[in-house]
């Protein structure tokens, strides 16, 4: 047994989500869902590679289709949706202000060579050649909490704020009623722009941005908020502990950003 396994409580808020593992099917009867889930989990902590797989959770073929299989149907991305908005239902998303922000992974050599490289197809595979060399910058958005809301990923080389409303875009709660929208949203000098501040107010959000040193300066900049956005930078401390989100290890993005909400999933499961 290893200590990154469900536990019994975290396995029975997802259980009803999974699929059936009695079909009508005939040929050998799937392996169970909580073995092949906890390798998963195993590969996410770790960053070790697929084929270094403990024996205790299967073949690690098994285990990699399935994780692949459940990318493809977006299971994954159903299952965390689900969950934040039980979070949700209980009342356990801090609405005070919502933080943005981004941080670069490296990207390892295994995550390179799908496709020949060149501008295009690193765009489409989210990487690309910044100060930190050959990486990806997640692009993510946060509660008051810490609570994962949103993850978009692009090429190292991105600035923050072109990604900006796509973050907001693919947020996993609603936007569209006022009453679900925070009061505050805070991002650093990256997202400094009149573009990115008209668009929160036009959610009648407040923008906590602070200007930079060649614009001017805001006259409603609330510093003592500005202090709260360290939770974004907290959040991803957090993530970047499971050795598979600190480096890019996958060639697809689609798989990358799975373990970053599989990871996500793991905190909002102990909150329920």
């Known amino acids: 047994m290893s200590r990154h396994d ?11 989500l999974l699929p059936s593992q009695k079909t009508k099917r ?16 195993w590969i996410l902590r770790t960053g070790s590679p697929w084929r270094d797989l403990p024996a205790e959770f299967g073949p690690w073929k098994t285990v990699y289709n399935r994780f692949r299989r459940w990318v493809i149907e977006d299971l994954w991305d159903h299952i965390f949706r689900h969950l934040l908005h039980r979070l949700d239902a209980l009342g356990n998303i801090d609405r005070t202000m919502w933080c943005v922000d981004g941080t670069m992974v ?3 050599r295994c995550a390179s060579g799908m496709i020949p490289q060149s501008d295009e197809n690193d765009e489409l595979n989210a990487l690309g050649r910044s100060r930190g060399g050959y990486s990806t910058k997640l692009h993510l958005m946060t509660d008051a909490k810490g609570t994962l809301l949103s993850v978009t990923a692009t090429g190292g080389q991105r600035n923050e704020s072109t990604e900006f409303e796509n973050l907001l875009a693919n947020c996993e709660l609603s936007l569209h009623r006022r009453s679900k929208r925070p009061a505050a949203l805070a991002g650093d000098k990256g997202y400094s ?14 923008a906590v941005i602070p200007t930079r040193s060649n614009e001017a300066s805001v006259d409603d900049f609330d510093r003592k908020a500005y202090r709260r956005r360290c939770i974004v930078e907290c959040a991803i401390g957090w993530l970047k502990e499971s050795r598979r989100i600190a480096t890019r290890y996958d060639k697809l993005t689609s798989s990358y950003l799975a373990f970053v909400q599989l990871a996500a999933m793991r905190r909002v499961m102990k909150a329920i």
């Not at 050998?28 to 092949?36: A, F, I, K, L």
């Not at 990115?196 to 959610?203: D, K, Q, V």
């Open 106 to 108: 490296r990207a390892h």
């Open 193 to 206: 722009s009149n573009a990115i501040r008209e668009s929160i107010a036009n959610l009648s959000i407040t």
């Open 26 to 41: 005939r040929g050998r009867p799937w392996s169970s869902h909580r073995t092949v889930i906890n390798g998963v989990l």
């Open 6 to 16: 469900l536990t019994d409580r975290e396995f029975n808020a997802i259980r009803y």
